[in-house]
T-cell receptor, first 113, second 114 residues
Framework: KQEVTQIPAALSVPEGENLVLNCSFT??????LQWFRQDPGKGLTSLLL?????REQTSGRLNASLDKSSGRSTLYIAASQPGDSATYLC????????????FGKGTKLTVNP | EAQVTQNPRYLITVTGKKLTVTCSQN?????MSWYRQDPGLGLRQIYY???????DKGDVPEGYKVSRKEKRNFPLILESPSPNQTSLYFC?????????????FGEGSRLTVL
């Protein structure tokens, strides 16, 4: 059974710092991996989707990498801002016909002005 | 504006009183799904639907029903709610399923069962 882990559970950094969020998964037979952002009291917003054949995806100050063989993904945030404060979740879709996503429990990021 | 709309956003009910949480999307997406989010357990999938009249169980389907009679709507039905169904519920949709599609979420429905 696929398990997705995100460490640390919470992270606090000063504004302007570059930071990395980690996501690991136990079964490397994934189809893709998606990173989400969740603001308090809100739904999730998709940030980046990486297919299993890809190594990384970039959007603005965000860069997500995927190392399927080692079961790891990282989300790099450059020049962090207070507006980046949120909970970041990763989710993996397994191979085969199943249309299920398995989510990590998230990393709560606080960027201090 | 492209969106997934859930109603109600907040609901307090009592054990055994049937309720329905509605979900509607205006993006003509084939794929829709329901999740529940609980502290310490994260997001878990309840049911999903690949298209009209096609539904399948997620990881925690017990105590829930769904239907997909129209492409835009995917209601979540709790026939006899129990306190362990107190949770934050999210509906999501995607064009063409999870293989290629970004997942769009609703704002969430916070349900309390007394």
């Amino acid at each position: 059974k696929q398990e997705v882990t995100q460490i640390p559970a919470a992270l606090s950094v000063p504004e302007g710092e570059n930071l990395v969020l980690n996501c690991s998964f136990t079964d490397s037979a994934i189809y893709n991996l998606q990173w989400f952002r969740q603001d308090p009291g809100k739904g999730l917003t998709s940030l980046l989707l990486i297919q299993s054949s890809q190594r990384e995806q970039t959007s603005g100050r965000l860069n997500a990498s995927l190392d399927k063989s080692s079961g790891r993904s990282t989300l790099y945030i450059a020049a962090s801002q207070p507006g980046d404060s949120a909970t970041y979740l990763c989710a993996v879709k397994g191979q085969g016909g199943s249309e299920k996503l398995v989510f990590g429990k998230g990393t709560k990021l606080t960027v201090n002005p | 504006e492209a969106q997934v709309t859930q109603n109600p956003r907040y609901l307090i009910t009592v054990t055994g009183k049937k309720l329905t949480v509605t979900c509607s999307q205006n993006m003509n997406h084939e794929y829709m799904s329901w999740y529940r989010q609980d502290p310490g357990l994260g997001l878990r999938q309840i049911y999903y639907s690949m298209n009209v009249e096609v539904t399948d169980k997620g990881d925690v389907p017990e105590g829930y029903k769904v239907s997909r009679k129209e492409k835009r709507n995917f209601p979540l039905i709790l026939e006899s709610p129990s306190p362990n169904q107190t949770s934050l519920y999210f509906c999501a949709s995607s064009a063409g399923g999870l293989n290629t599609g970004e997942l769009f979420f609703g704002e969430g429905s916070r349900l309390t069962v007394l």
